[in-house]
């Protein structure tokens, strides 16, 4: 079992920044792909950004290609998203995700593990 809690959720003008944290505990740290997917009000859960298990590589989605980056902390069992240049679209509930495996994943049902959310509001 991996434990995933949020934080760093907030309310921000379009064109700020914010920064998300993620925080796991339970199995070890470094097996696991880690993402970042986001659910707006009446749409589906959609990626956001994805790390490797060592760090070294890192996928994004188009939408916020250039403007989010993903970074994870082995040694603290820590992952964040920094947000950069906000839209009002970008406007979601984000969740940090755990993948068992050596590929990045792109798709939510492949995530084992999911954290309880961190609202994100932009505003225009």
């Known amino acids: 079992q991996v434990q995933l809690v949020e934080s760093g959720g907030g309310l921000v003008q379009a064109g700020g920044s914010l920064s998300l944290s993620c925080a796991a505990s339970g199995r070890t740290f470094s097996w696991y792909v880690m993402g970042w997917f986001r659910q707006a009000p009446g749409k589906g859960r959609e990626f956001v950004a994805a790390i490797s298990r060592s760090g070294a590589s890192t996928y994004y989605a188009d939408s916020v290609k250039g403007r989010f980056t993903i970074s994870r902390d082995n040694a603290k069992n820590t992952v964040n998203l920094q947000m950069n240049s906000v839209k009002p679209e970008d406007t979601a509930v984000y969740y940090c995700?755990?993948?068992?495996?050596?590929?990045?994943?792109?798709?939510?049902?492949?995530?084992?593990?999911w954290g309880q959310g961190t609202q994100v509001t932009v505003s225009s």
């Open positions: 995700a755990a993948e068992r495996s050596d590929l990045i994943g792109i798709v939510a049902r492949l995530y084992d593990y």
